[in-house]
T-cell receptor, first 112, second 114 residues
């Protein structure tokens, strides 16, 4: 059974600071996705990482994938309040190709 | 930008009743999914659907659940006899392909079983 673990689960940070969210998974996969969810809202796709060494950046967020270590990171640079949300990583198992297993989510709060 | 739409946004039902949750996926997408999220917990896969049949389903998706694409635009999830533990947010999603595109999620239907 594929396990996807994120840490930290709760992150409170000040505006302007940098931080990294980690996503570990337990089986081989080269397809990993990051989503953002605002309270009571849907899941918004942030990044699609499809190969070892993939790095994607959008604004203050940068995601990377190391398939050998089975690890993805979501790095936040100079956080702003608007980034407050819950961030999920999700892994697509190689054998299925159509089923995402989500991590528990990291609830990020950026304080002014 | 095209989006996945779900109706209703909130459904309250009594235990044992049947519910149908409706979704209109993005029009050129070929793969359709249902996920659910129990309050405060992680998102769980229920079922994927392609070419008018189920391509994969999880252990949660038992005989009480069924999916259908009754016409060219709608995609429905039916729960035949709801239980209290079916209370959750149900998300429909669609994607262009199976492997390389992200899933686009709808805004969800909050199902409350009393």
């Amino acid at each position: 059974e594929l396990k996807v673990e994120q840490n930290p689960l709760f992150l409170s940070m000040q505006e302007g600071k940098n931080y990294t969210i980690y996503c570990n998974y337990s089986t081989t996969s080269d397809r990993l996705y990051w989503y953002r969810q605002d309270p009571g809202k849907s899941l918004e796709s942030l990044f699609v990482l499809l190969s070892n060494g993939a790095v994607k950046q959008e604004g203050r967020l940068m995601a990377s994938l190391d398939t050998k270590a089975r690890l993805s990171t979501l790095h936040i640079t100079a956080a702003v309040h608007d980034l407050s949300a819950t961030y999920f990583c999700a892994v697509d198992e190689e054998t299925s190709g159509s089923r995402l297993t989500f991590g528990e989510g990291t609830q990020l709060t950026v304080n002014p | 930008e095209p989006e996945v739409t779900q109706t209703p946004s909130h459904q309250v039902t009594q235990m044992g009743q049947e519910v149908i949750l409706r979704c209109v996926p993005i029009s050129n997408h070929l793969y359709f999914y249902w996920y659910r999220q129990i309050l405060g917990q992680k998102v769980e896969f229920l079922v994927s659907f392609y070419n008018n049949e189920i391509s994969e389903k999880s252990e949660i998706f038992d005989d009480q659940f069924s999916v259908e694409r009754p016409d060219g635009s709608n995609f429905t999830l039916k729960i035949r006899s709801t239980k209290l533990e079916d209370s959750a947010m149900y998300f429909c999603a669609s994607s262009e392909d199976r492997q390389y595109s992200p899933l686009h999620f709808g805004n969800g239907t909050r199902l409350t079983v009393t």
